[in-house]
């Protein structure tokens, strides 16, 4: 039977195969979330309407960085770290450009050599082409699926550029970013957003000549967190110097994250966290449904080039614009 007739099965099928832990079909339930298919995205739902009470009992981490800050070796070293453990490893990925530029988990998936094989562990890279909202509902779906399946700890990258860095920052319990030693050229880079939203900064690469470079680093993003108010009462955001090729730091930065999560479980923030991400998450896929229809809506499609136009040649102002768009669509009734 050929791939593409595959999706015969019923979504109790995808159900029965995610819970017993078989990793070709969990790979096929997650391509059946990412598919476009109006029938398999109703499939995707019912199947995940059937894995919600397995799902929510991981630890889910984001993981960003700048170019160059060895993400994929520091998840290479800090996944197979966590299995030797015991824990179960589902590193998932965000990134909308991977159809563009190749991606950084699609290329970073070979360079992770010891968990790509590890029987504890389940990389999947970001579907290829999506839009940051498609990728970041496969996603978000997808954590749901591997925590069903058994793993306890989800680690969700970001190429770690724009609007993806807040889009995975909203589905995970932790955000930890990654940075390179060096002066404070890099300060100078970084966004105040980024700090904003970052539960802890590793700077990376700190080994040989390099070591002492990275405390210095590691003391100046200390000395720049000390002015931005903490986004959780109960957490102060540590700055630590790993270093992925030896082994160094992976223990500490694990312990952090553990005290991190109890702390915010009594506090009931982690709870409250995922409660508001839901409901945000909600309104966002309401947005892109209605805004999806209001351009493909046979009343309003013929319309977009001329007013598209009309604003762009300063005929028209965009809330006009906006006003006819949506008495098209039957939403009008506010103004002209």
Same mark, same amino acid.
């Given at each position: 039977?050929g791939?593409?007739?595959k999706?015969?099965?019923t979504?109790?099928?995808?159900?029965?195969?995610v819970?017993?832990?078989?990793?070709?079909k969990?790979a096929?339930?997650?391509?059946?979330?990412?598919s476009?298919?109006?029938?398999?995205?109703?499939?995707a739902?019912?199947?995940?309407?059937g894995?919600?009470?397995?799902?929510?009992n991981?630890l889910?981490i984001?993981i960003?960085?700048?170019p160059g800050?060895?993400k994929?070796?520091?998840?290479d070293?800090?996944g197979?770290?966590?299995?030797s453990?015991g824990?179960k490893v589902a590193?998932?990925?965000?990134? #909308?450009?991977?159809s563009r530029?190749g991606?950084?988990?699609?290329?970073?998936? +070979? @360079?992770? /050599?010891? %968990?790509?094989v590890?029987?504890?562990?389940?990389?999947r #890279?970001?579907p290829?082409g999506g839009?940051?909202?498609?990728?970041?509902?496969? +996603? @978000?779906? /997808?954590i %749901?699926?591997?925590?069903?399946?058994?793993f306890?700890?989800?680690l969700?990258?970001?190429v770690?550029?724009g609007?993806?860095e807040i889009?995975v920052a909203?589905m995970?319990?932790?955000?930890?970013?990654?940075?390179?030693a060096?002066?404070g050229d890099e300060?100078?880079?970084?966004?105040?957003?980024?700090?904003?939203?970052?539960?802890?900064?590793a700077v990376?690469?700190?080994?040989?000549?390099?070591?002492?470079?990275a405390?210095?680093?590691?003391a100046?993003?200390?000395h720049?967190?000390?002015?931005i108010t903490?986004?959780?009462?109960?957490?102060?955001p540590?700055?630590v110097?790993?270093?992925?090729?030896?082994?160094k730091?992976?223990?500490?930065?694990?312990?952090?994250i553990?005290?991190?999560?109890?702390?915010t479980t009594?506090?009931?923030e982690?709870?409250d966290k995922?409660?508001?991400q839901q409901?945000r998450?909600m309104w966002a896929?309401?947005?892109d449904r209605?805004?999806?229809?209001l351009?493909?809506?046979?009343a309003t499609?013929?319309?977009?080039?001329a007013?598209e136009?009309?604003?762009?040649?300063?005929?028209?102002t965009?809330v006009?614009?906006?006003?006819?768009?949506?008495?098209a669509f039957?939403m009008?009734g506010e103004g002209?």
């Open positions: 039977m791939e593409n007739r999706p015969s099965l979504a109790e099928d995808h159900v029965a195969g819970i017993s832990g078989d990793r070709a969990l096929r339930a997650i391509t059946l979330i990412e476009r298919n109006a029938a398999h995205q109703a499939m739902q019912d199947m995940l309407m894995l919600l009470p397995r799902t929510g991981s889910r984001g960003s960085g700048l800050a060895g994929s070796t520091f998840v070293a800090f197979t770290m966590l299995t453990r824990h590193v998932l990925a965000v990134d #909308p450009t991977s530029t991606g950084s988990i699609l290329g970073d998936k +070979t @360079r992770m /050599a010891r %968990l790509a590890d029987p504890n562990a389940f990389i #890279p970001s290829t839009t940051l909202g498609g990728v970041a509902r496969a +996603t @978000r779906e /997808a %749901l699926v591997c925590e069903a399946a058994g306890d700890v989800v969700v990258e970001t770690g550029v609007q993806s889009t909203e995970v319990d932790f955000f930890l970013v990654l940075m390179i060096g002066g300060l100078q880079g970084i966004k105040k957003g980024v700090l904003e939203i970052a539960d802890m900064i990376t690469k700190a080994d040989g000549d390099n070591a002492h470079r405390e210095i680093t590691a100046d993003y200390r720049a967190l000390r002015i903490p986004a959780s009462p109960t957490w102060t540590p700055v110097t790993i270093s992925a090729l030896q082994n730091g992976l223990d500490d930065l694990w312990d952090k553990v005290q991190h999560r109890r702390a009594v506090s009931g982690r709870d995922r409660r508001s409901i998450w896929l309401v947005e209605i805004v999806s229809r351009k493909t809506h046979p499609k013929a319309m977009i080039p007013l136009r009309d604003i762009g040649a300063g005929k028209l965009p006009v614009a906006m006003e006819r768009l949506l008495a039957g009008g002209k």
